[in-house]
């Protein structure tokens, strides 16, 4: 049973930071793509980033230069470090993990950026 477990999520000024964490269980983690989507309310969840196995990232247009995904597979992780964070930033963040055709979600992680 994959599960996915986000934290760190809370409430940040705009130009803060904050730095999110998903950790994996159930699953050859090294071997999966992973990503991080968001829901901002009354809005679709969208994509925030992705990372694959072999560590490459892609970055939706808004998050480009100020979030940076990274993952450690020693410790089954994923990382979504946010900078120079926007009040258009808040949203719920989920995690994301894709095995073959399966996508597997966290709970969610709430982060709220005030102006």
């Known amino acids: 049973q994959v599960q996915l477990v986000e934290s760190g999520g809370g409430l940040a000024q705009a130009g803060g930071s904050l730095r999110l964490s998903c950790a994996a269980s159930?699953?050859?983690?090294?071997?999966?793509?992973m990503g991080w989507y968001r829901q901002a309310p009354g809005k679709q969840r969208e994509l925030v980033g992705s990372?694959?196995?072999?560590?490459?990232?892609n970055y939706a247009d808004s998050v480009k230069g100020r979030f940076t995904i990274s993952r450690d597979n020693a410790r089954n992780t994923m990382y979504l470090q946010m900078n120079s964070l926007k009040p258009e930033d808040t949203a719920v963040y989920y995690c994301?993990?894709?095995?073959?055709?399966?996508?597997?979600w966290g709970q969610g992680t709430q982060v709220t950026v005030s102006s």
């Open positions: 159930g699953t050859f983690f090294v071997f999966n793509n």
């Open positions: 990372i694959t196995s072999s560590g490459r990232t």
């Open positions: 994301n993990l894709k095995r073959g055709l399966v996508d597997y």
